[in-house]
């Protein structure tokens, strides 16, 4: 039985019981469809296998590589590729996958939001769209007044519009929950309407308003006449979590760390192999629990113990936690399932011979099961 | 023959007329085995083979994975772990492809810093270490006093001491070069003291001190009786450069850029298909000639054209350079060699259909090489 103290670092731990702990509260709130869960935050079969298997079944994906790979794995029965793309070999490659798919069901809707996204996405052979619409963040979307002429424009290529999609993702963290509640309803009163326009302009298949993410995921009040109307939420960060999102007081438990193995220890410091090369460090340093970070090189972290508690000794197992977890995940292989994990950032003491450690000190540190993270690059 | 314009993005891409000047500019200041160069920055063994070719045969790795590739892809003559390790499984693969290289000869020597890293090395197999010595940034390495007693412990079980190392990574940037200089002069005062002390305690074949990056390459003065006898460097940046080390006014250029697709165009922003999960933030964000860059998303950038230049239409391929190439390139699979990229952010204009964009606008943009990133992960 391999533990966590067994494992080679840095590596990715995902705690079971809290992943399946936050997958319920999701399911909760956003049951089966109204969730289409975002391949981009774990880039595993494996895990999305999971959210499958607890009704949600129509996926959200960022790239091509996670369309094709997530219909490979049989879980292709309707995903959408959220962000434009004109590549037209990759276009073709999801299409031709449409194509030869006989005896499991895949569908394929890709947003546009230019008539030159419904252009090479009808010419590769593409059959569903969603119109992408921006509600606020300057990325991609088309302007809320020009929406409903972009569907008059793809029914005429031949595309079936499905609906519209808007990310709201200026709003994810705006900290006080009366104000991000108004900003998502103005926001999504835009989508709306929108949708009403598109609508018109398109066929009864057109039924889909998708929004939203972790950080809205229950905002969209089922006796709000606006909010309401909203039908899927595309929320991914939320099966793992990570410190930035951990910060906001939402209802989900962080699952993932990155275990590292202390390597050296000085005068005041101690060092472990964990670094650049296994952290997405967009939103600033990870954190350890009971420690202070003092910075980050490409293999390492430098840090010290807090309110006096000892350095550790060379070969004792560490828990990050990163502080983005989508760009995290990206740089890893696979990630370790485990029963659970200990609530401690400095796990065991040892001399790194993974026989040599204090076992009582990590009851409950088997790992389970192992997921490839195999929808990585592009 | 495959163009910039043709590659499926994002896409590393290296300028090899830059890259070769980068290379010849440090020949002419550390020719041969006076440098070290670090695989750590690019992590493939097709650029390592390149330095090989202009003389550095030894080589500076920062994981097992890397010292292990290194060698099987025959540059393994000389090759110096130079973090600290504790995984045994790890110390036995790199001690046993020692034992089973018969028709190239292989070297590893590993960084020690304390009894333990020493005593693992020993037990599984490790023939030569090197004495890694804190020389005042605050990460691993043994503190000078008790460097010599290290070298003795080491010689006591057997290995053989090659010498010391002292990364004065925290002077990398010090943009005054005088202040720069006296303060690496310092550092390396210290260095060399610590090895006559355990040159003292090792034997005839204790010939080495090892320091220094891309930001001091050339600060290692031959008149300089403490400089002058630090005989190896470790740099790995200088061959391809990011905006970081570009800021600092060296005498390398940069040669690597992310090249990505226009995916969306809006009224006053456009964004591209490069993002979190393609770069390295931890030096912040990209840079794109001639654009703002404004933020950063998992799959996008956006940004905004200078100086009233128009925004660049769908299917535009532009240039991103990186903040930091390290933990860039970490993320990608490969590299691909042009043989000379254009001086402009924004390429070309085009559909993203490949052979409709203006190619007069990148002519030189012919790829001519690709180089597996295969020495990633841990």
């Known amino acids: 039985m391999t533990r966590i103290v067994d494992l080679p670092t840095p590596a990715l731990i995902v705690d079971r019981q809290k992943f399946a702990a936050n ?9 089966g469809l109204t969730l289409r869960p975002h391949v981009k935050a774990h880039k595993s079969t494996a895990l999305a296998a999971q959210l499958a298997a607890a009704g949600h079944t129509a996926f959200t994906c960022a790239t091509p590589r996670e369309v094709i790979g997530m219909a490979h794995a049989g879980l292709g029965s309707d995903l959408l590729l959220a962000n434009e793309t004109v590549d037209v070999q990759r276009l073709r490659a999801m299409a031709q996958f449409l194509d030869t798919s006989s005896s499991n069901t895949v569908r394929i809707t890709v947003a546009i939001d230019s008539e030159t996204t419904a252009t090479l ?115 991914g960060s939320y099966a793992l979590m990570d410190s930035h999102y951990g910060s906001l007081n939402l209802p989900f438990q962080q699952a993932l760390y990155v ?56 070969g004792s197992r560490v828990l990050v ?16 399932v485990v029963d659970q994990i200990p609530m401690i950032g400095v796990l065991s003491s040892g001399t790194g011979t993974g026989g040599q450690v204090a076992g009582e000190k990590v009851a409950g540190g088997q790992v389970i099961d192992t997921w490839p993270v195999n929808l990585r690059h592009w």
Chains 1, 2 share one sequence.
């Open 259 to 314: 275990v590292g193995t202390v390597i050296s220890v000085s005068d005041g410091w101690a060092v472990i192999d964990v670094g650049l090369k296994s952290l997405g460090m967009d939103h600033g340093n990870p954190t350890i629990d009971g420690a202070s970070v003092w910075f980050c090189s490409d293999e390492h972290i430098t840090f010290s113990m807090k309110d006096g508690r000892p350095l550790p000794s060379i």
């Open 23 to 31: 997958v319920a509260t999701m399911v909760a709130v956003r049951p």
């Open 121 to 235: 996405a009808a010419e590769c052979g593409i059959k569903d769209v969603l119109i992408d619409v921006n509600v606020g963040m300057p990325r991609c979307g088309v302007s809320p007044e020009r929406a409903a002429a972009l569907a008059t424009f793809a029914v005429s290529l031949g595309l079936n519009v499905r609906g519209v999609m808007g990310y709201e993702g200026h709003l994810m963290a705006v900290a006080d929950r009366d104000e991000q509640c108004n900003k998502v309803r103005a926001a999504m009163g835009v989508l709306v309407r929108c949708f009403d326009e598109v609508r018109a302009q398109s066929g009864n298949d057109c039924t889909i308003i998708s929004a939203g993410g972790t950080g809205t995921f229950d905002l969209y009040d089922p006796s709000d006449p606006v909010l309401a109307r909203v039908n899927e939420v595309q929320a």
């Open 321 to 336: 936690q990163p502080a983005h977890i989508d760009p995290t995940i990206a740089l890893h292989e696979v990630m370790h």
